[in-house]
């Protein structure tokens, strides 16, 4: 009986060991499962990765050159892959991840004729997500795309291989080997890494505390400990050939936001024997008036620079001598981008290889040091936000090489046609047509695709299909821009569009319209009321333009013309039926023609998409600065950025600013904020923005200038109004037509493609006229809105 419970407790035992072992075996598959499941959502993850834009536009000057647009699309178009340079004025995140690339061209079309027909552009002005100025250009920038040869680094890149792996990109095992790799590594670094040591300052002559040469020299005083974010500030200095040698004469400083926060001109102590005109940009005109001296400046460069500033620059040490000054904590950009054999690369070449950036151009007279100072900025960030790994595989010394060699042979054909008497067009030192940027794409693999209603680009391989009217334009676009890559629509204006006397028309309009919106007529007022409290009073609400008194009415009125339209609308909102003077007062617009869609056009201003998130605030003192500002306003939730207008004559801060948040939401409650301190007795005053940042100056520009006799004007006087009218209601259905075409072409285009809409505006004999452009990556979530 023993044995067979002995035998009867095994079975037990072994069934529970194989039970457990099914147990152990079921929870291995699910866990298996599990971790098939979980690589799976993370590589539909990693499909789903879109491309975003991050767009520094919110700022006084929003106007974009074509090379900064056309910096844009190559970056777009080729990518890090390609060594193309990431344009810093709007970084595309996830380039990779883009998938196609669209240019859509309203040539003839200016800003003036988007902001005057707004209403008409529904689509454009909600569909797009950042907004910006062009200069206005006689040429047409489709030719230039498809004329304008790409850099040398990007030319060697795509002829070599359309592959991330082109014999121009450094290979991984030349990485130790490169003096960056050995001295900092391949791995990321916060600035202090890259401040020099006391040997190395020592080595490179830099002013040191004790040197007999530096006895006379000026200590900055910034003793206190560097951190990873302590302030950077770019240093450049000019110099001229005196009796003691190179003098100082010109002193830049720039702080990390880019903003020149000094730009000084100083007059040497000796006799000046050489001006250098030709690298300094001093002349004898120019430095007759001055009269600061060096000390001057050394006492105001003390002020400037915080306890614990870093000075970053190009070969410092010689500014830093020139100034006679001694700083503990320096970062020098030209032995940062270390080269073999201890030579240095010229912060020219740097600029542009690295940033993309045309600096110290042979078209200027001598160098710019607050150029010079930004772009030894710019490349430091570089540097941090890259890494050492990232400079290094842009294989900089090939592209020394390969830019030397074709200026080399570049020199050698031109003396050759010169010698030859043959002239030279549009075409290379070789006799080949200029290369065009769509071929070079091409070459890559990619299917360009290049539709308009003429030849623009003979030599350019690229499709280019000729129309004869935008609707065959549109309809070609719908069929053959999803099977490309790289598309350039262009869609133009019949010439009674583009009139000068309808252009002249427009203008003016547009010129009344603004005087108008930015005007209000305040009153009735008492015949003894104090005129100095009225100003005080609606000073509250920005900067007034004009005051006056009207004294055709029974009762004494006031009109009053604001700066800016948020003021005059917040005059209208805060003030009407309030008491004012003694009197209770109503605060109206014009009762013109032109002000009939105001209501209308304001709530569109409101919610126009360059205007979410921002927020008008009046009332600021004029004795704050902006570091004051930036301190006011920090309580605030979400602020990300602060734009601060100044006076267009004097230069001098506004009592007005707009703020920027991450949200509506936030905006909102900042809004509200604000607005309960002023009901509590603060000065200031805010509302919603009407005037996206690149309009601001537009529109006072366009007001300064209103009433001055221009020679467009002069066309009117010979034209009948009515024929004028007719034209301008013409236009303004082709305008709304061209805004629904683009919304159809919009709609087809596939999500995360990358759009671009330019407005190039026009240059003529008889006028111009800036332009505009809108640019955004299309997302599923938008499209269905737009």
Request: hydrophobic content about 35%; some cysteine.
């Amino acid at each position: 009986m023993f044995a067979s419970e002995m035998v009867e407790a095994t079975c037990i035992i072994g069934h529970k060991r194989s039970c457990e072992c099914n147990e152990v075996e079921e929870f291995q598959k699910v866990k298996r499962k599990k971790k098939i499941e979980d690589i799976c959502q993370n590589q539909h993850k990693r499909k789903e990765k879109k491309s975003h834009l991050s767009a520094g536009l919110f700022s006084e000057d929003c106007e974009i050159s074509y090379e900064q647009v056309y910096e844009l699309l190559k970056y777009a178009a080729l990518g890090k892959h390609h060594n193309a340079v990431q344009p810093s004025w709007c970084r595309i995140y996830h380039q990779r991840h883009l998938a196609r690339i669209v240019v859509i061209v309203l040539q003839e079309v200016s800003q003036l004729y988007f902001y005057r027909f707004y209403l008409q552009f529904k689509h454009l002005r909600k569909a797009f997500q950042h907004r910006f100025s062009l200069p206005p250009t006689s040429a047409n920038f489709i030719a230039t795309l498809c004329g304008e040869g790409i850099s040398m680094k990007h030319q060697n890149n795509i002829q070599g291989s359309a592959s991330a792996c082109s014999g121009h990109i450094c290979k991984n095992s030349d990485l130790p080997k490169d003096p960056i790799i050995q001295k900092y590594g391949e791995e990321k670094h916060g600035l202090t890494s890259y401040i020099l040591t006391l040997e190395e300052m020592r080595k490179y002559d830099y002013p040191l505390e004790g040197s007999p040469v530096c006895k006379n020299y000026v200590y900055t005083q910034c003793e206190s400990p560097r951190t990873d974010s302590s302030p950077l500030f770019g240093l450049d200095c000019e110099m001229c050939l005196t009796e003691k040698g190179n003098e100082v004469t010109r002193v830049s400083l720039v702080d990390a936001e880019g903003r020149c926060i000094m730009d000084e001109l100083i007059k040497p102590e000796t006799e000046i024997l050489n001006y250098l005109t030709r690298y300094s940009g001093i002349t004898q005109k120019i430095l007759l008036p001055v009269k600061t001296k060096l000390p001057e400046i050394q006492d105001k460069l003390k002020k400037l620079l915080p306890r614990d500033a870093v000075l970053v620059g190009h070969s410092l040490n010689a500014d830093l001598h020139a100034l006679q000054m001694i700083h503990p904590s320096v970062i020098d950009t030209s032995l940062l981008f270390a080269r073999h054999g201890g030579r240095r690369f010229k912060l020219k070449f740097l600029a542009k290889a690295v940033l993309g950036k045309e600096i110290q151009c042979e078209n200027k007279v001598g160098h710019d040091p607050s150029e010079d100072a930004e772009a030894a900025l710019a490349l430091l960030r570089y540097f941090i936000d890259q890494g050492p790994r990232k400079v290094v595989e842009l294989n900089l010394e090939m592209v020394l090489s390969a830019q030397n060699l074709m200026e080399s042979s570049q020199q050698k054909s031109t003396l050759q046609l010169q010698q030859s008497g043959v002239q030279k067009h549009a075409t290379e030192p070789s006799g080949i047509p200029k290369p065009c940027f769509l071929d070079y794409l091409n070459a890559t693999g990619q299917k360009t695709l290049l539709l308009s209603r003429k030849e623009l680009a003979p030599s350019c391989s690229c499709q280019n299909s000729l129309s004869t009217s935008n609707k065959q334009i549109l309809t070609r676009a719908l069929q053959e821009v999803p099977q490309s890559s790289f598309s350039v629509i262009q869609f133009t204006l019949r010439s009674e569009h583009v009139a000068p006397d309808l252009l002249a028309e427009v203008c003016e309009k547009m010129r009344i319209q603004l005087a108008d919106m930015l005007t209000v007529f305040v009153g009735p007022f008492r015949k003894d009321f104090c005129l100095k409290s009225i100003r005080r009073e609606f000073k509250k609400c920005g900067p007034i333009r004009s005051l006056t008194v009207l004294t055709e009415t029974h009762q004494p009125h006031i009109c009053i013309q604001y700066d800016v339209l948020e003021a005059a609308q917040l005059a209208m909102e805060s003030l009407n039926g309030a008491n004012v003077a003694g009197s209770c007062i109503k605060v109206q617009r014009p009762g013109t023609v032109m002000m009939l869609d105001c209501d209308m056009l304001i709530k569109e201003l409101e919610t126009d998409i360059e205007n979410k998130g921002v927020i008008y605030v009046a009332g600021m003192k004029k004795i704050l600065t902006e570091t004051d500002l930036q301190e006011k306003f920090s309580h605030l939730k979400d602020l990300q950025a602060l734009f601060w207008p100044r006076d267009l004559k004097s230069g001098k801060h506004r009592n007005y600013c707009f703020l920027k948040f991450q949200t509506s939401e936030s905006a909102l409650k900042a809004l509200q904020e604000i607005n309960r301190q002023g009901a509590e007795g603060s000065q200031l005053h805010s509302r919603k923005a009407l005037s996206p940042s690149h309009l601001h100056r537009w529109v006072c520009h366009m007001d300064h200038n209103a009433g001055k006799p221009s020679q467009l004007a002069h066309h009117t006087l010979h034209m009948k109004r009515k024929q004028l009218s007719t034209s301008e209601q013409d236009l303004r259905k082709k305008l709304k037509k061209l805004d629904r075409s683009i919304k159809k072409l919009y709609r087809s285009l596939e999500d995360n493609t990358l759009c671009v809409v330019l407005l190039p505006g026009v240059n003529r004999v008889y006028g111009s006229c800036s332009g505009l452009g809108l640019i955004g990556i299309k997302e599923e979530n938008r499209s269905s809105t737009c």
